[in-house]
């Protein structure tokens, strides 16, 4: 996966600000979610599976709040995002995992120590407020806060779909380009120079 943050010439009169990259930074009207109540400060189209994410990063108490939305690949199945602490692909990712149980939708967590190994449990960092919502337009939204490193810049960033629930457990997802595609960084921090100008972090509620 390559880097989608390039360092600056003159670090050292960077400005720390927390936005997201500017190319994933998007218009937020473009990307409303359907049913929703949070409000964040980022959003961008994610580059594979219909995809988007809305997050807000708050370096006081180093959380990450999110929004992640795209449609399942079949009727019945499933959506993911997930945070890879110690690489940039499935492997080693801690995924939020929303699907529809007996009608309503749950999110769970999974530890995803390797392509063959996905175990539902507690993940290496915390996480709260987890939720999920199906929307009218055959996308689905999941809704989380994690905890985050302390001073963290960039997040390596993981996200799927896949087919269906058999048994309580989640389907393989399919292993096209776009599903192997699915990785990236989350650029928490932003660097700019003196020269450069700040625009502020666009405000989106979800109506």
């Known amino acids: 996966m390559g ?3 390039t360092p600056l010439l ?3 009169f960077c400005l720390c600000l927390t936005l997201i990259s500017p190319t994933h930074s998007t218009d937020c ?4 979610l359907s049913g929703g109540k ?3 400060s980022n959003c961008t189209h994610l580059p594979t599976l219909n995809a988007t994410l809305h997050f807000t990063y708050n370096a006081t108490n180093s959380s990450l709040s999110i929004a992640f939305s795209a449609p ?3 009727s019945g199945g499933w959506i993911a995002w997930a945070v890879n602490p110690t690489g940039t692909g499935m492997a080693g990712s801690q995924a939020l995992l929303a699907f529809k149980n007996n009608g309503s939708m749950v999110v769970k967590t999974y530890n995803i120590s390797s392509y063959s190994s996905i175990v539902e449990g507690k993940l290496s960092f915390d996480v709260w407020d987890l939720e999920a919502e199906a929307g009218s337009d055959g996308k689905m939204v999941l809704y989380g806060s994690l905890k985050v490193e302390e001073s963290a810049e960039k997040l390596n960033q993981v996200w ?3 087919p269906g629930i058999a048994d309580g457990h989640p389907m393989k997802h399919e292993f096209d380009k776009a599903n192997l595609g699915s990785v990236g960084e989350l650029q928490l921090v932003e660097k700019l120079t003196p020269s450069s100008p700040s ?7 979800v109506t």
Do not use: N
């Open 160 to 162: 799927q779909v896949g």
């Open 72 to 74: 399942p690949a079949k």
């Open 29 to 32: 009207s473009s990307l409303k």
């Open 3 to 5: 880097s989608l943050f």
């Open 38 to 40: 949070k409000q964040y």
């Open 199 to 205: 625009p502020s972090p666009q405000a989106f509620r």
């Open 10 to 12: 003159l670090p050292l």
